[in-house]
């Protein structure tokens, strides 16, 4: 059985603060979402979100990374690989576009999309 995940955004600006926590199948995931940034740094300051920047670059690669792992239980190596390959279109297509201080997707909108995204892949591609 798939894992079921849960990602949500808080912005609070005057506390500088930007969290994404992940709850997987329904209970809260230990801390942040991890940045990642030994392995794709875009941002070393953290996630952004709401345009298109490098702030969102390190979200979109975060999410997708901890999706091929958590949910597809690809290897860690797997896993870089798809979502270097992926980040930027789902940067473009959602994390660009969250507005607000508070957003949320999950697991079973971020596979949809992916299955929209098979006619471009092609096995090493990324």
């Known amino acids: 059985m798939k894992n079921k995940i849960i990602w949500q955004g808080v912005r609070r600006p005057l506390a500088d603060q930007h969290k994404v926590i992940m709850k997987i199948n329904g209970s809260e995931f230990g801390g942040n979402l991890p940045l990642?940034?030994?392995?794709?740094n875009h941002s070393?300051?953290?996630f952004e979100w709401g345009y298109l920047g490098s702030g969102p670059s390190q979200l979109a690669y975060a999410i997708l990374r901890s999706?091929?792992?958590l949910v597809e239980k690809e290897s860690i190596s797997r896993a870089i690989s798809r979502a270097k390959g992926h980040h930027a279109r789902?940067?473009?297509?959602f994390v660009a576009k969250w507005r607000g201080d508070e957003w949320?997707?999950?697991?079973?909108q971020v596979s949809f999309w992916l299955d929209t995204q098979k006619?471009?892949?092609?096995?090493g591609w990324v």
Do not use: A, M, R
């Not at 949320?104 to 079973?108: D, G, Q, R």
């Open 119 to 123: 006619e471009d892949w092609k096995e």
């Open 90 to 93: 789902f940067k473009q297509d």
């Open 67 to 69: 999706y091929f792992v």
């Open 36 to 40: 990642y940034l030994d392995e794709e």
């Open 44 to 46: 070393p300051t953290g």
């Open 104 to 108: 949320e997707i999950n697991s079973e």
